[in-house]
């Protein structure tokens, strides 16, 4: 299971979840190239420890366990995957 990032962070893309990660699993950064172009930011489900570091450091509390995410943003559990798939 890994941590999933929902619509509050549409547009938001705050990076203090980026910073306190501790396996570097949520992209893009700031010094990524899609970064611009990203309306959102994605955890990686391959690379996450599930830690939850990252939840209590997201100004707009857009991240949860996949396992909790809110039924209105299931989409987003999907939506984090295939990110993942086309940048790799």
Same mark, same amino acid.
């Given at each position: 299971?890994?941590?999933?990032? &929902?619509?509050?962070?549409?547009?938001? =893309?705050?990076?203090?979840?980026?910073?306190?990660?501790?396996?570097? &699993?949520?992209?893009?950064? =700031?010094?990524? !190239?899609?970064?611009?172009?990203?309306?959102?930011?994605?955890?990686?489900?391959? !690379? &996450?420890?599930?830690?939850?570091?990252?939840?209590?450091?997201?100004?707009?509390?857009?991240?949860?366990?996949?396992?909790?995410?809110?039924? =209105?943003?299931?989409?987003?559990?999907?939506?984090?995957?295939?990110?993942?798939?086309?940048?790799?």
């Amino acid at each position: 299971m890994a941590f999933i990032i &929902c619509q509050p962070c549409i547009d938001a =893309k705050d990076t203090a979840c980026v910073d306190a990660c501790p396996v570097d &699993c949520i992209h893009p950064r =700031k010094d990524e !190239e899609s970064f611009e172009s990203a309306t959102q930011l994605y955890i990686d489900p391959q !690379e &996450c420890i599930d830690c939850g570091a990252c939840v209590p450091e997201c100004p707009v509390e857009a991240i949860f366990p996949e396992d909790e995410v809110p039924e =209105k943003w299931h989409e987003y559990i999907e939506i984090n995957r295939l990110w993942y798939k086309g940048q790799k």
